[in-house]
């Protein structure tokens, strides 16, 4: 039995090649996913090794706040007259003080900032040479108007030493002269891509950590015969609990597993596409094997009849199911392997990071295997189960498989499909916490699309006989119509693969259609400011301008008010949260139309808050009640709540005094909003404004459309993303309709000798198995059009507290998908019509 399965295998190379396909696909991501993050942490690792090569212990102190916005925790500033407790304490051979930070943004000769796929651009102090960093050109800085930086920086800036140069810090933009260029052992021009420059110690002091007399951190060597363990104990226990002391391998191990972190991110959102695109490949896989085993009945049959049990028979199946699982598993790695390495050696040109040999973990290995063949399996039980059950008498008959009621399917889908849907709106509503909720949701829209797919075939012979119509204007239309719809269930699972890619697309769609036309509304409705001040940010937070451009703006002829907004993240209470402080709260709030329903929306005093209601509500706030927050400076300000607003979809959460800016990371406003008298030009005011940015590159002022706009082209971008890596489920689906057509064709091979006997032409051949593949791609399209909005829809209609005060439904991308599918068909037509227009009349005629 094991040979002739073998055998029959290798007889029928294509199915062999197309059941596999999408395994490889989705196997491919997951390896790949595994290759890159393997790849690339043994490259930080190396990395860090370097950074830390010239430290054997060093001191930082405990941050104020665990996280500031999406970097790692903000260390506190260690007092100068630290150091030299630092230098008596035994086993200590020597220190360098350290007074670093992210957030030194250099100008380039182009005028604009230079930017980084995300490794930092460090403001540090000049310590001087050494094995590890070299001076290239010129000298270190000894003027407070003098700097250094890296040969990458100076690269990426057109700089050379000389040019007077431009650089952003926590204070607005000071120009500065480029008297040295550095880099380091290896002949490297950078470390990992970051972007450096180095000050004299009082202006890095000043510029980077916002304070005189204070580093960053202390970096110690130790003496010879002293453990680093012995040495960080003794520092540990001089300075007391609010430091921390690490030695050179602890720093490693902790910088290495934050960038980790960020990978294994990124290393969940492949496997997430993998996933989708392995759940679309069981639908072709499934369909493929139903269709084996249906033209292989008289087949299978005449084994029975010889002596072949039902397991044998199962067995049969499976063992076709494992070996392709097996060899699109090997290909699958294979090519998992390329594709790390070509990511890895994508990130590490963007980023300028020196990637380590790439490496193939044994978790790469093993989750290919597993996967690849789990997903075989799992997919060709059913048909296996149903080959097993074909009686011997079946080898005596002309008919294959008679078509089987779908009452069962039917109730099935029902049920599992009402499970899903709750599923999803538990998640929804909120009803789990953390994880629970996601887990909900992913569920539940896993679970809904396997009902709707058990469904489908209830609804395949007439959707498909209505869009059929359409082409019934030729005998060949006629023909490709009934022939779609003669398999309900063939047509169903083949449509479904097609269907979850694009109700993932549209869905998504739904989502950010409504959101960019819900923002659109908000602005129109709620916000009276005519400009905005304001720019991109970094994982320091977002870009901040000069306090004084807005001071300038409100002394512009025409300019009825102004307000700026400053953003800090801090830990409130027992959460953290981001904050912001505006100065003048009465002509902020006047510009977003803030209803005052407590208290007022003012500041009388110092340390003082206002809140939304909503916010005051879950919160359990109330007036007069106090608040303790911690920003990134300073002690814990006890704020006190002063006044609460009406509920407001712009503006949401704490607003505090502006005496407590000084206490923030950075003491520049974030926002600036202006408000023109009326019959002043708008563009006037805006040319003006514009004219007062010309030292603050990193932001620009735009009316309120245009902010909108531009608010609404990151949603743009993030869908791009989105279908761009939802292509591979696409094309799985193509695939899928091209093996199930190939397969069909070879199953009407006499039906067809028959049509071409009797005068069918080669070119109406193929027009008929075209209009078969359209009919089937536009069916699968309409399904997850249908299922996608009613996705979409649900969870807009869950975020309505969220600020999705408008459903939107974006027809002109959902008519372009649907031309699309009729592409589609056309596509995976070509190689099955061919096929077909090609068969010998005589032969198919003889055809058993």
């Known amino acids: ?112 900032v230079l930017t980084t796929f995300g490794p930092p651009r460090i403001g540090e102090n000049w310590t001087g040479t050494n094995d590890f960093l070299q001076l290239r050109e010129g000298r270190g800085p000894a003027a407070d108007n003098e700097v250094a930086m890296n040969a990458l920086t100076a690269k990426n800036a057109g700089l050379k030493v000389g040019d007077e140069v431009g650089v952003l810090t926590l204070q607005p933009k000071r120009t500065f002269k480029l008297v040295g260029i550095f880099g380091y052992s290896g002949n490297r021009d950078s470390l990992g891509g970051a972007l450096e420059v180095a000050f004299t110690t009082p202006v890095a002091q000043e510029l980077m950590l916002g304070e005189k007399d204070v580093y960053s951190s202390i970096d110690v ?26 030695t050179n391998a602890q720093m490693q191990a902790e910088t290495s597993a934050q960038f980790k972190q960020g990978l294994g991110f990124f290393n969940n959102i492949l496997i997430g596409f993998a996933g989708v695109a392995l759940f679309v490949g069981t639908f072709l896989i499934l369909n493929t094997f139903s269709i084996i085993v249906a033209q292989r009945t008289r087949e299978l049959a005449l084994m029975r009849a010889l ?109 599992v499909g009402a499970a899903g849907g709750t599923l999803l709106g538990l998640g929804l509503a909120g009803k789990g916490s953390g994880s629970t909720t996601l887990w909900l949701i992913l569920s539940g829209v896993l679970i809904t699309f396997i009902g709707v797919a058990l469904l489908t075939p209830l609804l395949a012979r007439p959707v498909v006989g209505l869009l059929g119509r359409l082409f019934s204007w030729s005998v060949p239309g006629k023909l490709g119509r009934l022939n779609s719809g003669r398999n309900p269930r063939r047509t169903a699972i083949t449509a479904a693969a097609l269907m979850v890619g694009l109700a993932l697309i549209t869905g998504v769609n739904v989502i950010l259609a409504s959101a960019k036309q819900s923002l659109s509304e908000q602005a129109d409705k709620e916000v009276t400011v005519d400009l905005i001040v304001s720019g991109d940010g970094d994982q320091n937070g977002p870009a901040t301008f000069d306090p004084a451009v807005m001071a300038s703006a409100a002394k512009i002829p025409g300019v009825a008010s102004v307000a700026s907004e400053y953003y800090e993240f801090a830990q409130v209470g027992d959460r953290r949260d981001g904050i912001s402080a505006v100065p003048d709260a009465a002509a902020w709030a006047g510009m977003f139309k803030l209803t005052t329903e407590q208290g007022a929306l003012d500041w009388t005093g110092k340390d003082q808050a206002i809140v939304d209601a909503e916010t005051a509500k879950n919160r359990h706030l109330a007036i007069g009640q106090p608040v303790d927050m911690q920003f990134s400076r300073g002690e814990v300000h006890h704020v006190t709540i002063v006044g609460i607003f009406a509920k407001s979809n712009v503006a949401r959460g704490l607003y505090v005094s502006p005496d407590v800016i000084p206490d923030f990371r950075t003491q520049q406003p974030a926002w600036g909003y202006v408000k023109v008298s009326p019959g002043t030009p708008v563009a006037t005011v805006q040319q003006q404004v514009d004219t007062l ?109 969220e600020g999705f005060t408008k459903m939107a439904f974006p027809w002109t991308q959902m008519a372009t998908y649907l031309l699309l599918a009729a592409v589609i068909g056309v596509i995976a037509a070509v190689l099955p019509s061919i096929r077909a227009a090609r068969v010998n009349v005589l032969q198919a005629i003889a055809h058993e």
């Not at 453990?227 to 300075?239: F, K, P, Y």
């Open 1 to 112: 039995m094991l040979k002739a399965t073998l055998k029959s295998l290798l007889s029928r190379k294509l199915r062999l090649v197309l059941s596999g396909l999408a395994v490889v696909l989705g196997v491919m991501f997951v390896s790949g996913a595994f290759v890159l993050t393997d790849t690339l942490g043994r490259s930080f690792d190396s990395l860090f090794a370097s950074v830390y090569a010239g430290t054997d212990v060093q001191v930082t102190h405990k941050p104020k706040l665990e996280n500031n916005f999406d970097g790692p925790p903000a260390a506190a500033n260690i007092p100068a007259g630290l150091v030299e407790k630092v230098k008596a304490v035994p086993g200590v051979a020597g220190v360098t003080a350290q007074a670093s930070s992210d957030g030194a943004r250099v100008v380039g000769t182009n005028g604009k």
């Open 221 to 246: 060597k130790t003496q010879p015969g002293v453990t680093h363990e012995q040495v960080r104990d003794s520092i540990a226990t001089a300075l007391g609990a609010d430091y921390k002391v690490q």
């Open 307 to 415: 002596g072949g049990s039902r397991g044998q028979t199962l067995g049969s199946v499976l063992t076709e199911a494992v070996t392709i699982g097996l060899l699109a598993s090997v290909l699958g790695l294979a090519a998992g392997i390329g594709v790390g390495v070509l990511l890895a050696s994508l990130f590490g040109s963007l980023t300028g990071v020196t990637l380590a040999s790439v490496g193939v973990p044994a978790t790469a290995v093993i989750s290919s295997f597993v996967v690849g063949l789990l997903v075989t399996v799992v997919a060709a039980v059913m048909p296996a189960l149903r080959a097993s059950r074909i009686p011997p008498i079946a080898a005596l008959q002309e008919v294959a498989t008679p078509d089987r009621p779908l009452t069962k399917l039917t109730i099935s889908g029902a049920v």
């Open 693 to 801: 940015l010309k030292d603050n590159p990193e932001v620009s002022v735009a009316n309120r459309s245009e902010y909108v706009a531009a608010q609404s082209a990151q949603f743009d971008q993030l869908l791009t993303m989105i279908q761009v890596l939802l292509a591979l489920a696409i094309l799985i689906a193509v695939l899928g309709i091209v093996n199930t057509l190939a397969l069909s064709v070879l199953e009407r091979t006499r039906e067809l000798g028959l049509l071409r006997a009797i005068g069918m032409r080669r070119m109406q051949t193929m027009r008929m198995v075209t209009v078969e593949a359209v009919v089937i791609s536009v069916f699968g399209a309409l399904l997850g059009l249908a299922v996608g909005t009613g996705l979409g829809a649900a969870v807009v209609r869950a975020l309505k507290d």
